[in-house]
Each structure stands twice: as C-alpha cells, then as structure tokens.
T-cell receptor, first 111, second 114 residues
C-alpha cells in the first residue's frame, strides 16, 4: 500500500543551524502539507502546497521556514536558523481527493 | 483557528469495554475522517466517511457521519490494550485556489487498563 515516507527519523541540530526535512508523498497525490507537533500538544498546521506553490500557511510558518518540491517526488521543509522552540515532531502529509495520509514524522531536537 | 469540538477529552477504561467518542462542528462538512496517533508516530487514518448518515466499520471500529453533516462519532467495541492512543476527528475544508486543509479536533486520549 502506498505510504508517505520521511527522512531522517531523528535530527539533532545546534541552535542557529539550518535543517532540511525530507518527505516523499504518495506518488499520485497533488496536495502536500507540513505539520508539527510539540511534545504533549496537538498537531499544528504549518503549510499546504499545491501546483508548485504554497496554498496556505499558518502564522507559525514565518520567514525562517520554506518548502520546496525540487523534483517529481520529494517535498522538503527547510528551517533556516533553528531555534530551541522549533524542537518538535514534523509530519508531512499528502492528499489525493479527500483523505490525508501522514508520514511517520521527523523528530527535530534543537540544542 | 477553526477546530472541531471533540469529546470526551480523555477516557480511561477497562479492557473489553466499548468506547464512544464524538465530534461536532458549527458548520457542515462533506467528509469526516478519524485518525489514531500513537506516541511518537504520525496520525494513521482509521475511517473515512463521505455521505451523511453513512455508517462504516473497520474491524472493531465503527464510525458514523451525522445526518446534519455537522457531527460524527467513533465507537470501539471490546477494547484491547493496543487501542491506547489519541483519536482525532478531522474534516477537509476546500478554500479558493484549490487549497485543501484539514480542520482538526483536539483529540480524545484513550487509556485501556488490561
């Protein structure tokens, strides 16, 4: 069964460093999303992406964040200069019609 | 932001008991989705509902799409320890420009005592 994959599963970085989180959405899906979940809190929407551009972004998704679909399969989230409060699980998701499928997440720890 | 009202917030039950949780909205949804999230993992889609009044089962799970299209419930029968986790309802919103976004409930945390 097709699934969303994410790499790496864990990422530890120093504050101020750039990180790139990678996702491979389900191949025939057209809508892509990034969410984050701070430990013990609910899943928060970051950004949605369709037709090679951002459709919507939340207030969390400030200038430090960017997304890209560099080729036909990958969908990346870049955090330019990480802060301690960026430590969280980051989930990628993709949608075909209505159902949204999530990847297993990347646990980002900023020291 | 917009969210769905999900209740109860948490449940602690004995193994073998049935569980019921529900989700309500002030506005209509054309699709209801139920997800389960295990600690440290991504939400996993359990059941998708597409039609008002629809009743759909997935093993011991049963979900219904309310007639008014403003609510849905999820039942788990004969709970087992691996049912532990957080259950979320969600509904897609389709905005202008082909934007599709999921509106989430805050989740029901389920604990099962073996």
């Amino acid at each position: 069964e097709p699934e969303v994959t994410q790499t790496p599963s864990h990422q530890v970085t120093q504050m101020g460093q750039e990180v790139i989180l990678r996702c491979v959405p389900i191949s025939n899906h057209l809508y892509f999303y990034w969410y984050r979940q701070i430990l013990g809190q609910k899943v928060e929407f970051l950004v949605s992406f369709y037709n090679n551009e951002i459709s919507e972004k939340s207030e969390i998704f400030d200038d430090q964040f960017s997304v890209e679909r560099p080729d036909g399969s990958n969908f990346t989230l870049k955090i330019r200069s990480t802060k301690l409060e960026d430590s969280a699980m980051y989930f990628c998701a993709s949608t075909g019609d209505n159902e949204q499928f999530f990847g297993p997440g990347t646990r980002l720890t900023v020291l | 932001g917009q969210q769905l009202n999900q209740s109860p917030q948490s449940m602690f039950i004995q193994e073998g008991e049935d569980v019921s949780m529900n989700c309500t909205s002030s506005s209509i949804f054309n699709t209801w989705l139920w997800y389960k999230q295990d600690p440290g993992e991504g939400p996993v889609l359990l059941i998708a509902l597409y039609k008002a009044g629809e009743l759909t089962s997935n093993g011991r799970l049963t979900a219904q799409f309310g007639i008014t299209r403003k609510d849905s419930f999820l039942n788990i029968s004969a709970s087992i320890p691996s049912d532990v986790g957080i259950y979320f309802c969600a509904g897609p919103r389709f905005n202008a420009g082909n934007n599709r976004k999921l509106i989430w409930g805050l989740g029901t945390s389920l604990a099962v005592n073996p």
